[in-house]
């Protein structure tokens, strides 16, 4: 069996062996699993419209995780997903609303610009700091996570806040020319296809580069490859701000292919989930693709189990939790 399958292989055995686990916690809790596996296949599988929502939330996990699985080739941990993500529909929602008389050819690629700079920026200043040697990256990315949200709250509850909308503070609408498309009349939209392409892009610059080459070797010996003239320090800011640009579109797809505008609730834990699926995933694209749909799944089926089994959306964490705790123990035999 080729390499990938088996991976593949490996992973839907861990998501069965969790999906029994996490059966036998809805039978303590006087659930029937069978029922609730059951409704959330009909729901998220079997209707045109639950598989539209399931592309829908793979789209932005599919950008978060490739934001980590970059810079994990060189070692680095990027925790800061979910702030870069946010600093991306900051940016991207100033470009929309300082034009918003210019035309969408010139709009939506100068937004789509401004997202992954807004991502990038802020990426860069944990790579700054950890390529001068004065703080770990995994400290800074997780702590500018809390940071990002305030900034966007500021401008959101201040200078953009719409007055359409007292109670529900918002910026007000993107113009038309801003927002991405969307696909066959569902909110699938454009992001999408940008997600699927920063995979592709990874696994191409990763596998057939030079580039790709010479962050691997950081990677695996950062002295050596220094020795051998490779600039690490360099190397560990480009792979951080383009690891952030990519959380950056993923913000900027939510705002401007979901919300049409700017909210501060933009993004339910986006960042740190791709995050895990990175991390699950071994960096491997074809098992970022696997785990993020998987992932995209186990999400939709909180909605699903509060209507038909009356379970809080939190019992998500709990499945969750037991992927991370099945992968680990698996890691550790």
């Known amino acids: 069996m080729p390499e990938r399958a088996q991976a593949v292989a490996r992973f839907g055995a861990v998501s069965v062996l969790a999906l029994a686990v996490f059966a036998a916690v809805l039978l303590a809790a006087g659930k029937n699993p069978l029922q609730a596996y059951a ?10 419209y639950g598989f539209s929502e399931l592309l829908v939330r793979m789209t932005p996990l599919l950008l978060a995780a490739v934001a980590v699985a970059l810079p994990s080739r060189l070692g680095l941990i990027n925790v800061g ?21 210019a035309p969408a050819w010139i709009l939506l690629p100068f937004a789509l610009l401004m997202g992954f700079l807004g991502g990038a920026l802020w990426a860069a200043i944990p790579g700054l700091l950890r390529a001068a040697g004065l703080v770990n990256e995994t400290v800074t990315t997780l702590l500018l996570n809390y940071v990002a949200p305030l900034i966007v709250g500021y401008f959101v509850f201040g200078p953009w806040r719409t007055a359409e909308n007292s109670a529900y503070p918002q910026t007000a609408p993107f113009p038309q020319a801003a927002l991405l498309p969307t696909f066959f ?11 699927l392409a920063a995979l592709a892009v990874y696994w191409l610059v990763m596998e057939k580069t030079r580039w790709g080459l010479d962050m691997r070797a950081i990677g695996g010996n950062a002295e050596a490859a220094q020795r051998l003239g490779i600039p690490v320090r360099w190397w560990i800011v480009a792979a951080l701000a383009i690891g952030g640009g990519f959380a950056g579109l993923a913000g900027m797809g939510e705002a401007m292919g979901i919300a049409g505008r700017l909210r501060q609730s933009l993004s ?50 709990i499945l969750l939790a037991t992927i991370l705790f099945v992968v680990l123990a698996r890691r550790a035999r």
């Open 39 to 48: 409704d959330t296949f009909r729901h998220a599988l079997a209707s045109a």
């Open 81 to 101: 997903g979910e702030g870069q993500l946010y600093m991306g529909a900051f940016a991207a929602a100033a470009a929309a609303l300082c034009l918003p008389g």
């Open 185 to 195: 009349g569902t909110r699938v939209h454009a992001g999408l296809l940008i997600a």
């Open 268 to 317: 339910p834990g986006y960042g740190f989930t791709g995050f895990l699926i990175a991390w699950l995933a071994g960096g491997r694209p074809l098992v970022i693709l696997f785990m993020a749909f998987l992932f995209a799944i186990i999400t939709s089926a909180g909605d699903t189990l509060q209507i038909s089994q009356g379970l809080p959306y939190a019992v998500v964490n």
